[in-house]
């Protein structure tokens, strides 16, 4: 993994609720969502996370954004396949 990368990632929540975010370093960030209030997403403060179901690696943070708001506007079957591996539904 290069040091300048931009990720965009999928959490499940113990609900089976997704939560999409970018970060320079997912686990890290999967890891303050789950153990950091202060630092992790108010949406995780009545559903923990599980587990990073899906990551996929940007050129920078510009493009990550991009392919945040593409995916959050996704509706939730939609997500599933991309997650199953359709990345066609990021362009």
């Known amino acids: 993994m290069k040091s300048n990368s931009w990720w965009v990632y999928i959490i499940e929540c113990q ?7 970018i970060s320079t370093d997912p686990e890290r960030r999967f890891l ?9 997403a108010k949406f995780f403060r ?3 996370p599980s587990k990073i179901i899906f990551r996929n690696e940007c050129e920078n943070r510009a493009e990550a954004s991009k392919k945040e708001y593409r995916i959050k506007s996704l509706t939730l079957k939609k997500k599933k396949e991309l997650i199953a591996g359709d990345l066609s539904l990021l362009i």
């Open 15 to 21: 609900s089976g609720k997704l939560y999409t975010g």
């Open 32 to 40: 303050e969502h789950r153990d950091d209030p202060k630092k992790g």
């Open 46 to 48: 009545g559903d923990k």
